[in-house]
């Protein structure tokens, strides 16, 4: 009965190089959502997809941030170019639908360093 | 005025006291409400949903909601020095797809 499952759980990356965070959601969930959480902040909501289409990218950089969630395979919230300020937590949720009163679980995250 | 306002705490309750935890919403139209629970460098966890008016009862969590008033609580009675966590209140809002807002959180204290 595997949850949310993240990897990987720590990436230590260089400024300038590309980080690549995982996520595949629980059995039966097609639905996806990245979050991003500063020490000591809130958590802020990145990009929601589902199988093959991003439904909302509202909370996503306009630049060097993307995500994708294909037919098969996790889904992948890739960074390019990384900076210190992308340093954070990032949660990957998902949940079975996205209609009233389907609560949203969340994988062990992915701690991002960036040197 | 921020989509989902809650007190950041920290908030300290002697253990085996009554810990109340206060969240109001501004999406009028929010439907479903969700608790969740988060040790600090830990992912959040699911405690408690509710989706009508009124209290809403499992184990020692009870959640309050008062849609006229905008307003959901979370309450945990006999408190335990294991509910020190930061809790986060994620009203759920009509529209395409109904996105969850999270509110920033409250942190908990529970004194032994």
């Known amino acids: 009965n595997a949850g949310v499952m993240q990897n990987p759980r720590h990436l230590v990356r260089r400024r300038g190089q590309e980080a690549r965070l995982r996520c595949s959601p629980m059995?039966?969930?097609?639905?996806v959502y990245w979050y991003r959480q500063l020490p000591e902040e809130g958590l802020k909501f990145m990009v929601y997809?589902?199988?093959?289409?991003?439904?909302?990218e509202s909370g996503m950089p306009k630049e060097r941030f993307s995500a994708e969630f294909p037919k098969e395979g996790p889904s992948i919230l890739r960074i390019q170019q990384v900076v210190r300020g992308d340093s954070a937590a990032y949660f990957c949720?998902?949940?079975?639908?996205?209609?009233?009163?389907?609560?949203?679980?969340f994988g062990d995250g992915t701690r991002l360093s960036i040197l | 005025q921020k989509e989902v306002e809650q007190n950041s705490g920290p908030l300290s309750v002697p253990e085996g006291a009554i810990a109340s935890l206060n969240c109001t919403y501004s999406?009028?139209?929010?439907?479903?409400f969700f608790w969740y629970r988060q040790y600090s460098g830990k992912s959040p966890e699911l405690i408690m949903f509710?989706?009508?008016?009124g209290d809403k009862e499992d184990g020692r969590f009870t959640a309050q909601l008062n849609k006229a008033s905008q307003y959901v609580s979370l309450l945990i009675r006999d408190s335990q020095p294991s509910d020190s966590a930061t809790y986060l209140c994620?009203?759920?809002?009509?529209?395409?797809?109904?996105?969850?807002?999270f509110g920033t959180g409250t942190k908990l204290q529970v004194i032994p």
């Open positions: 949720a998902s949940s079975p639908g996205s209609g009233g009163g389907q609560p949203q679980h």
């Open positions: 059995k039966g969930h097609s639905h």
């Open positions: 997809l589902q199988k093959e289409n991003i439904i909302d």
């Open positions: 999406d009028r139209g929010s439907q479903s």
């Open positions: 509710i989706y009508s008016n």
């Open positions: 994620a009203p759920q809002g009509p529209g395409g797809y109904q996105k969850v807002t």
